[in-house]
């Protein structure tokens, strides 16, 4: 599959809009050329943003789903001791609590 014929039909496109001067479509032709690198640069590095931020999101999504863990395991943890019954107190906390 050849890319002639679009070429020769893109080119004939930009002749017809400027009423045939081919210095003035080879400029348009060119000139849009540019907007179309520039837009894909931006959109390239949009697109770099938002992965990275997706990353670093995701970065901080797991480790407050790993501190909420452990803050539930700790809570769980403290529950069972509870429900084993007192937990002796020593003598230094005893003295601190007045008791």
Known sequence: M???PDIAAIADAYLEAVGGDAAAALNLALSDL???TVEVDLRARALDQWVSRGYVQGRATERLHRIRQED???FLNQQRAL???PV???ASQASAHGS
């Open 34 to 36: 540019i907007d179309a």
């Open 83 to 85: 429900s084993d019954g």
């Open 2 to 4: 050849s890319a002639a």
């Open 72 to 74: 539930a395991d700790r």
């Open 88 to 90: 002796p107190v020593r």
